[in-house]
């Protein structure tokens, strides 16, 4: 039994480690992964697909139309006269038509509302593309986002367990200082008051690591349990700004959706022509014992005007003209818009490389601060409270310039998300 048991422990101890895979994944991957794999990128292309199929479909209407029809009745007690019928009297026996018939339609002129259909539904795919490269603009700053937060939380969690080393070393040496009288017991609690906080800013940094590390390997569709690694060679070197040009893929599609609207225009406005269509056909018809017709091939031309589009069309053409308008409007706005995010990207990413000065000086300050405090304190010149201070003074300055560097990354790639060429710039 005891063996039994320990069988089943030892296989599900070895399926919980193998569940729990380490990856280390590189940004330029995870942002591969999530613009070919997950299911935001999967619907992006699915929707260029559709855009394709109603192109294609708006091209079938330059194409004739082509019928075939056939019937065939059964009569009663027909009476047939005619030229090249003498009068049957009903004595002949024309108990059955039959009827076969095709048809060829080809437009040749309708206010050329094939074109402009074709040209607006080209313009509309192009849009559906370019949205479709903004989505996965979109996913890839949403991937970076997650990746430096994980980052982040790695080197924090790192850091912290450090700390929480020298605070509990801390605890002891102050335990043994009060046992053998040298300590006050209000100064123990204040260094196990620290070490309490540390551990839980650990587990709070413990938290924020699994969350961001599921969301992650969740959206690149990895598998479950996955555990994923950041090597901190990645964030040592910055990069350095390529130029300022904007290529923003929204407003790209903005860009083409006003091109069909005012495509709609002229496909409204075609409705005040006439149409003309090439008309050409076959018949043959078999009437019993009295009928029978071959080989009857017509062709000719067809023309259809509908006279009350010159009263009501207006309404249609000036809808059209009102939603050109809009779009005209929105890109305009977006345009603005644009401007803005970039003036603001730029402005965070000089303040990130700013920040990273102070930090550096932060950190060598506090560092000294605390081997100053330190020394007095061992000299009796200082007290806890100044210790303790010192001490997470320093951490909180590490933790600032250690993150530094991923901070400048982060906003350096905000900025190319803003200008329209992450992707670009990581690939």
Excluded: C
Excluded at 4 to 16: C, H, L, M, T, V
Aim: glycine fraction near 4%; hydrophobic fraction near 35%; charge should be neutral.
């Amino acid at each position: 039994m005891n063996i039994n048991k320990f069988i089943i422990i030892a296989f599900f101890s070895f399926g919980y480690i193998h569940s729990q895979e380490n990856k280390q994944l590189s940004l330029q991957e995870a942002i591969t992964l999530a613009t070919t794999k997950s299911n935001q990128a999967i619907l992006a292309d699915t929707k260029i697909k559709t855009s394709e199929w109603e192109l294609k479909t708006v091209k079938n209407n330059q194409l004739p139309n082509v019928s075939l029809s056939g019937q065939f009745f059964k009569l009663t007690q027909a009476n047939v006269k005619g030229n090249l019928i003498p009068d049957s009297g009903g004595n002949l026996d024309i108990s059955q038509l039959a009827i076969g018939q095709a048809t060829a339609s080809v437009p040749v002129f309708n206010g050329f509302k094939i074109h402009n259909s074709i040209k607006a539904s080209s313009s509309l795919n192009q849009a559906e593309v370019s949205n479709a490269q903004h989505t996965k603009e979109q996913i890839a700053m949403y991937v970076t986002q997650l990746y430096f937060g994980l980052y982040k939380t790695q080197q924090m969690i790192a850091l912290t367990e450090d700390y929480l080393k020298s605070a509990h070393q801390r605890v002891v040496d102050f335990q043994a200082m009060e046992d053998n009288g040298l300590l006050a017991h209000n100064d123990l609690l204040k260094a196990k008051l620290q070490e309490s906080d540390i551990e839980l800013s650990l587990a709070t940094a413990k938290k924020n690591n699994s969350v961001l590390n599921f969301q992650l390997a969740n959206f690149l569709q990895l598998s479950e349990g996955t555990k994923i690694t950041i090597s901190d060679e990645a964030f040592q070197s910055l990069k350095t700004l390529s130029g300022n040009s904007i290529e923003r893929k929204d407003l790209e599609a903005l860009t083409f959706q006003e091109e069909a609207a005012k495509t709609n225009i002229k496909i409204a406005k075609g409705n005040y022509y006439p149409s003309l269509n090439l008309i050409g056909g076959y018949i043959a018809l078999d009437v019993k014992n009295a009928l029978t017709v071959t080989n009857a091939m017509n062709f000719g031309a067809g023309i259809s005007y509908d006279v009350s589009s010159i009263f009501k069309n207006k309404k249609n053409v000036e809808k059209a003209k009102s939603k050109a308008l809009e779009t005209e409007n929105q890109v305009a706005i977006l345009s603005d818009k644009i401007k803005e995010e970039v003036q603001e990207a730029n402005e965070n990413y000089l303040l990130a490389i700013k920040q990273k000065e102070v930090y550096e000086k932060a950190q060598q300050q506090a560092e000294e601060n605390y081997r100053i405090v330190k020394d007095k304190y061992d000299n009796g010149l200082s007290n806890t409270n100044d210790l303790l201070e010192a001490n997470v003074d320093q951490l909180q300055a590490k933790i600032n310039y250690t993150i530094s560097n991923s901070d400048i990354l982060q906003k350096y790639y905000e900025l190319q998300f803003q200008q329209g060429k992450l992707t670009q710039s990581i690939n």
